[in-house]
């Protein structure tokens, strides 16, 4: 681009190369994936849903019966019914199965479950994934033929909101078992005791959200490795589960009310540990946590590698300023993930100071599961403690309160902090959330004081050099004309008059112009069939966007938003608590859920509107990008092994870096798209009246303070990762890859002021929607109280996140001018 901050014009690709080259090569190239052998498309379409395979069968009849024979099969749409899975189940013709996936909530589809899982096991399947909701977790009853199978390796089963007890045989046969992943299942010790019986060679068991259970004993899982439990939600408070793991390398623990009682962890190498506390409740029983984590640290006093989390350690450093002696560890690579505030600080300076042995340190500055500190300072207020006196920094470091509070000079006094608290630290990491200047310009400093290795992302963005301009063909014709004929004009003029020599240079000229006319006409016949050919190659492009990349990334998406913003906890608490809760306490639980139920509706609306135009700039990008790369034929097939061109992973890497938003870009999101919404809601009522214009123009104030607040164009680092974290600090310029160079090049289309407007557009389309949509679904238009309009929210989430196919609000976007007009102009911008 010769203007980075330039909308992009839409220019004509070279023709110096030879056009009929070109045209050959292009043509060759427009379906040459369909030339690839079955077995390469049946893998390539094992990574999408079945759903969006079948439909690749409309390509052409070469794609009739392709996705017929591919290895997996995945019905990932919960509300897919039983005669579509039925007749895909008919058409399936593979005698081997790699991967059986079912995700339903019908409870009309029960009945069906069994033979669904029959099928797959009459198919050898090796992994094999369940994911029930709702009443169908409950109503289903698994067959006994279920527990018996010698060909599973990896078996993976949800019970989302299930009440119900897993009734599992006493007689449980999976021989091939390796991986075991259960959620949200119920379990009884003798069901736990009866599957581990029956997997002699388990390798990896997560227990996720899974609770019943009292003793997990695996003394004779002879090789499992792995241990993961996460928040056993339905452990009695007073009962912590007992485990007993000799053999296990890996533990990692996350749980909430109580930690685990590790009986038996002789050969553990590798832990992970946090606590995940209600974020609803202001409570912690800090003083019996202290006691119960640190008798955990005593029994991983030999693991080499240890990772705690944000909420372990404020319980940590309860203990530290209480005077709680604590265990000298043989840690040798310890990770901190979590946020940098005051509450935190006492227990890692404990644990970096009985860590004499520690090499290597990494700081991750995030934890999506970390109690706000104020919680912790209001507890020792109440034990006594002088709140002045007992969390200033000895080395004089005034530190924040808030986790929203970190500047640069903060991260500059942690890293420093921790330096001054180890001995023979070798390497330190330090992944931060956020960009601080000021801590970049530290590091050589802090490297040469503490003889340490600090690793650190940067990426020097390239700059596209301009393209020379090529004169007209009309004024080489004249200029040619003019130094060919200057002697002959000015002796004809002398000789034979002026007559002559006008007669005759209007023939010579007229057969010129003949000659250029026919030049250009061939030029123009070929214009148009590499426009047609680009037309296509865009509508494809487009096409894949809309049913491949983005389906998976809106699943993705709407996911993480319900996980991470649930309200039923409160709806629970105010249907259970009726009768029971006095007046203040319901008050303060409709206030959360209305601050939370906006956050949710607002932030859910940002993100799919905001991920389907992120998503189409990537998909154009590297469509131009390989269209041009297979059109550089340049005149010897050798040539094309000479380009530069896209490599696999870095085209892969570059499509999933879309999953960005939904992982790491989530909590930051949240956490300042609700500060918006309490600006915003600030002094409303639930008594209030809404009218449909009032809704309107709230959501629209919120959408605008989020976008406003910060440093301009802040919202792409919730998109995408930043340019420092794509490329290692060891890269040099001339070993950046091309996934660096795309991601660059997207960053600096989504910080242009034409990529605002079109965002800017698309948001208040979807906003005004949104509030319509409402409007028809209730009384909103006459008014209606603020109290009363908070479940009808909860209501539009799953017209927000639908799949793309059905989703209004994507179609929306996509038909509005000036979006099309953006992508045209993008795609357009090829350089010569």
């Known amino acids: 681009m010769a203007d980075d901050s330039a909308t992009p014009g839409v220019r004509v690709p070279s023709h110096r190369y030879g056009r009929h080259y070109h045209r050959r090569k292009i043509k060759e190239a427009v379906d040459s994936i369909s030339s690839l052998p079955d077995v390469i498309l049946q893998h390539i379409l094992s990574f999408i849903p079945t759903k969006l395979a079948i439909t690749t069968s409309l390509l052409s009849k070469r794609w009739r019966h392709v996705w017929c024979d591919t290895p997996s099969l995945s019905f990932n749409d919960y509300r897919l019914e039983a005669p579509f899975i039925d007749e895909t189940l008919t058409r399936y013709t593979a005698s081997k199965m790699m991967r059986f996936h079912l995700h339903t909530s019908l409870i009309n589809n029960v009945p069906h479950l069994e033979s669904w899982i029959k099928f797959a096991m009459s198919r050898n399947v090796d992994h094999l994934s369940l994911d029930l909701w709702n009443q169908v977790a409950n109503k289903f009853k698994f067959p006994d033929f279920f527990h018996i199978n010698s060909s599973l390796k990896q078996l993976t089963v949800v019970l989302d909101f299930s009440d119900t007890m897993i009734a599992i045989c006493s007689s449980v046969s999976w021989t091939s078992l390796k991986k075991l992943y259960l959620s949200s299942c119920l379990l009884s010790d003798e069901s736990m005791a009866n599957i581990l019986s029956g997997c002699p060679i388990l390798e990896s068991l997560t227990l996720d959200h899974c609770g019943g259970l009292r003793v997990l004993d695996l003394s004779k899982s002879l090789r499992l490795r792995t241990l993961e439990i996460n928040c056993n939600i339905w452990v009695p408070e007073l009962t912590a589960m007992q485990i007993v793991v000799p053999h296990t390398h890996c533990l990692r623990l996350r749980n909430s009310k109580l930690p685990c009682s590790l009986v038996d962890v002789s050969s553990l190498k590798e832990a992970k540990l946090n606590i995940c506390i209600d974020s609803f409740s202001k409570t912690i029983k800090a003083d019996f946590l202290q006691v119960t984590l640190l008798k955990m640290l005593e029994k991983l006093h030999n693991v080499e590698k240890l990772t705690l989390g944000g909420n372990f350690l404020q319980i940590l450093s309860v203990a530290e300023l209480r005077g709680v002696p604590f265990p000298m560890f043989k840690v040798k690579d310890l990770t901190l993930e979590t946020v940098i505030f005051q509450y935190v600080i006492p227990g890692i300076e404990r644990v970096l100071q009985n860590s004499p042995d520690l090499k290597k340190l990494t700081l991750l500055t995030k934890d999506f599961y970390h109690k706000p500190g104020e919680y912790l300072g209001d507890h020792m207020d109440l034990q006594g403690f002088n709140l002045d006196q007992c969390w200033k920094s000895k080395y004089g470091v005034f530190w924040n309160k808030s986790c929203l509070d970190v500047e640069s000079e903060h991260v500059v006094s942690f890293v420093e902090l921790m330096l001054k608290n180890t001995k023979a630290l070798d390497k330190m990491v330090v992944l931060l959330e956020d960009h601080y200047v000021r801590f970049k310009e530290m590091v050589p400093r802090l490297s040469h004081n503490y003889n340490i290795s600090i690793a650190l992302y940067t990426f020097k963005p390239q700059t596209n050099g301009s393209n020379p301009i090529v004169a007209s063909k009309v004024m080489d014709l004249v200029r040619g004309l003019w130094r060919k004929h200057r002697r002959k004009i000015l002796v004809t003029t002398t000789c034979l008059g002026s007559g002559y020599l006008l007669y005759k240079l209007y023939n010579a000229h007229t057969r010129k112009l003949a000659d250029l006319e026919r030049e250009l006409a061939n030029e123009r016949e070929n214009d148009e069939i590499l426009k047609t050919q680009m037309k296509a190659h865009f509508d494809n492009i487009q096409m ?289």
């Not at 998109?719 to 600090?729: F, G, I, K, Y």
């Open 544 to 832: 894949i966007a809309d049913t491949t990349t983005l389906p998976h990334a809106i699943h993705h998406l709407s996911s993480r938003v319900v996980e991470e913003i649930d309200v039923s906890s409160i709806m629970d608490k105010l249907s259970k608590g009726k009768g029971i809760l006095i007046p203040s306490e319901k008050l303060q639980l409709w206030n959360e859920l209305k601050i939370l139920s906006f956050t949710r509706m607002v932030l859910s609306l940002w993100s799919v509107t905001m991920l389907s135009l992120y998503i189409r700039v990537q998909v154009n990008i590297l469509g131009r990008h390989l269209y041009i790369d297979t059109a550089r034929g340049l005149g010897s097939s050798h040539l094309l092994d000479e380009l530069d061109l896209i490599e696999r992973d870095d085209e892969q890497k570059f499509l999933t870096s879309a999953d960005f938003l939904a992982t790491s870009g989530m909590p930051s999101l949240i956490s300042n798209m609700q500060n918006a919404v309490k600006e915003v809601l600030k002094g409303k009522q639930l008594k209030d009246v809404l009218t449909t214009s009032a809704l309107r123009e709230t959501v629209m104030r919120i959408l605008d303070v989020f976008m406003s607040t910060g440093s301009p164009h802040h919202w792409v680092d919730y998109l995408m990762m930043s340019q420092d974290a794509t490329t290692d600090v060891s890269s040099s310029d001339a070993t950046v890859t091309k996934f660096h160079l795309l991601i660059t090049e997207t960053r600096e289309v989504l910080t242009s002021n034409d990529f605002s407007n079109v965002a800017e557009i698309s948001l208040k389309c979807c906003a005004v929607a949104l509030v319509e949509e409402m409007e028809t679904q209730t009384g909103l238009a006459t008014g209606m109280q603020l109290a009363k309009l908070l479940p009808q929210i909860e209501k539009t989430m799953p017209e927000i996140s639908a799949e793309p196919e059905k989703n209004r609000f994507l179609q929306l976007i996509r038909d509005l001018p000036e979006v099309k007009l953006f992508f045209t102009l993008l795609y357009a911008n090829m350089p010569q």
